[in-house]
């Protein structure tokens, strides 16, 4: 298959062009999954602390990540960042690249992505792992799901648009993040989603995975 030059302005242009379309998909999923997970990362997350959403869309998880935390969210979709700004004016949004943006060491004490690293090429997932364990202090966390497929990178329509999806190995996400990253993982767990929309059942590999603080 003959892959996009850029894949992440696929990505960004199929966001911007679902516009509203997105949030209206996404309020029709069954939220079983997703309603555990960010209770996990909540428990982990006391006030006070500092918080970085990847991929974080039109903000459907902002204003509880955001709740007397220090909160920003990056995304590649202006259009998804604008509609995130109107639900959630308090939060603080950045249209970037989370793969290559860049902040400074030690500044978070939890990472959070909810489906973003599906649209991550398989070759940036070593980089970007080791580029989020810098900018987390002792002790913090990363916590996402992750593709668990045998899958190559590749483009395929989905919701109307073309879509960049990453490539993924299973047990390579773990690896990576435990072995060659330094994580410790604390969670580690694959759970199926049932969603009713022509695509069929959606299985992520749910992780949360701690800096050490020693």
Not at 60 to 89: C, F, K, M, N, T
Not at 157 to 184: C, H, I, N, Y
Request: aromatic content about 10%; proline content about 6%.
């Amino acid at each position: 298959m003959l892959l996009p030059a850029d894949p992440k302005r696929v990505v960004a242009e199929g966001y911007d062009r679902m516009g509203l379309e997105f949030s209206a998909w996404n309020s029709k999923r069954p939220h079983g999954v997703r309603r555990w997970f960010l209770g996990e990362a909540l428990a982990r997350l006391p006030e006070g602390t500092s918080v970085l959403e990847l991929g974080c869309g039109p903000g459907a998880d902002a204003a509880e990540l955001s709740a007397r935390r220090r909160y920003i969210g990056v995304d590649l979709s202006r259009v998804q960042l604008s509609i995130a700004r109107l639900h959630v004016p308090q939060a603080a949004f950045v249209v970037g690249d989370f793969t290559s943006i860049a902040f400074r060491p030690a500044s978070f004490d939890g990472i959070v992505a909810f489906y973003a690293f599906n649209h991550v090429p398989q070759e940036e997932l070593a980089a970007t792992f080791k580029g989020i364990y810098a900018w987390l202090r002792r002790g913090g966390r990363l916590m996402t799901s992750l593709l668990t497929s045998d899958a190559e990178d590749r483009v395929e329509e989905w919701l109307g648009v073309p879509m960049f999806f990453g490539g993924s190995k299973p047990g390579s996400a773990e690896r990576l993040l435990r072995d060659e990253t330094g994580f410790q993982l604390e969670l580690s767990e694959i759970r199926e989603e049932g969603v009713d929309d022509g695509y069929g059942p959606v299985t992520s590999y749910w992780v949360i995975a701690g800096k050490p603080d020693d």
